[in-house]
């Protein structure tokens, strides 16, 4: 998962940021042992997939969602060079044949695991890596071709072989995290990929990523569409991290029109609409999201900034010295402060607040500037 400048205390991925399953009743693949290996076979499942008219195919599918957003992505303005995932129909079928094959019968869930870590992590030779602003890392198609991924990339792959071969996963969502969960309604396995498929407890999940508000993270089973909302979301995170704000806008809405509590996708919306210069909705968007969660990691000051912006000093103030005391080593939070007060005329005090966070970060441009600008 992905996050930018929004200090939010993780949902998921995140992300996180975001009870069902996947939608796969009426598109499971057949778990019944295939028939002998025929030449060409694999070209004629592709093909036959393929042949499907896409008013007949079930809107629910991940991978024809997966494939429509490669689609708009390389025919949109913001990366022309995306490679097409066509070929990628192939790797797949041919995985899925040679699970179906090994798993026929089974139901020992360990062992289905373990066969689906086998195919990730050996037969494709995958690894985890976490730049998360490389586009190639989270599309499977470009993953596998480069044998790198992300925790959403990688995630997917698990959950594109779960499409054509019937298995019961789910995407699930923890604070800027993602990963997969083997659930048949009487076993449940959380799979990491960023310990090469090592089944995982709750708790460590808890643990590791501080999640304490089980309402807001649940670690809950996702639905296919909110699987989407997610890959979306950090789609949307990456173009914000490029200055791309209209395309970030796009995306980021959609994710918070499928999950409208997925806190980090609001935040970046917010970052997105105030890059394309909507700073006053951007902050009533931050507002809101600051009511509704007020224990969110730097909300204040994410609200705080806003308002500066927005000239509202006396609102900014009040929120900065909020986010100092919740945090007395932001260094930001002080800096922000320090702003406000100089924009209030209440000089001495706001060199008082700028020495504070010199003194957190010695090295800081901005406050150092703005001590010129008070001792003029």
Request: charged letters at 20%; a neutral charge; one cysteine or more.
């Amino acid at each position: 998962m992905m996050r930018r400048y929004i200090g939010l205390r993780r949902c998921a991925v995140v992300i996180s940021a975001a009870a069902a399953c996947v939608l796969m009743n009426d598109c499971r693949a057949s778990r019944k042992r295939p028939a002998a290996t025929l030449p060409g076979e694999q070209a004629r499942l592709s093909d036959a997939m393929t042949a499907v008219p896409a008013r007949l195919q079930p809107p629910a599918l991940l991978s024809l969602q997966l494939h429509r957003i490669v689609q708009e992505y390389r025919h949109s303005d913001s990366d022309s060079g995306m490679d097409a995932d066509s070929s990628f129909n192939g790797t797949l079928d041919s995985a899925a044949l040679f699970l179906s094959s090994r798993l026929f019968g089974e139901s020992d869930a360990e062992r289905i695991v373990n066969e689906l870590n086998a195919v990730v992590f050996d037969r494709w030779g995958m690894a985890f890596d976490n730049d998360r602003n490389n586009l190639q890392y989270l599309f499977p198609h470009c993953a596998v071709a480069g044998k790198r991924g992300s925790c959403v990339g990688m995630s997917l792959l698990y959950l594109l072989l779960a499409e054509k071969t019937g298995l019961p996963l789910h995407g699930v969502l923890a604070p800027s995290h993602f990963f997969v969960r083997y659930d048949d309604g009487k076993t449940r396995l959380n799979i990491e990929t960023l310990r090469k498929g090592e089944c995982m407890s709750e708790a460590w999940y808890r643990q590791r990523y501080g999640i304490t508000d089980t309402v807001l993270y649940p670690l809950r089973n996702l639905t296919a569409q909110e699987v989407v909302a997610v890959v979306h979301y950090n789609l949307g995170t990456i173009c914000l991290n490029r200055r791309l704000y209209d395309a970030a806008a796009v995306y980021l809405r959609h994710a918070v029109s499928v999950m409208p509590y997925f806190c980090e996708a609001r935040g970046n919306l917010a970052l997105a609409l105030d890059g394309q210069g909507e700073s006053a909705t951007a902050l009533e968007l931050l507002q809101a999201l600051r009511e509704k969660h007020p224990s969110l990691d730097h909300i204040d000051r994410n609200v705080a900034s806003l308002q500066l912006k927005c000239c509202a000093y006396g609102d900014a103030l009040e929120s900065f010295t909020s986010a100092c005391c919740l945090s007395p080593a932001d260094a930001e939070a002080h800096y922000g402060r320090a702003a406000a007060l100089y924009q209030l005329k209440r000089t001495e005090e706001a060199a008082a607040a700028c020495e504070t966070a010199l003194a957190l970060r010695p090295g800081y441009r901005e406050a150092r500037e703005l001590m010129g600008r008070i001792a003029e």
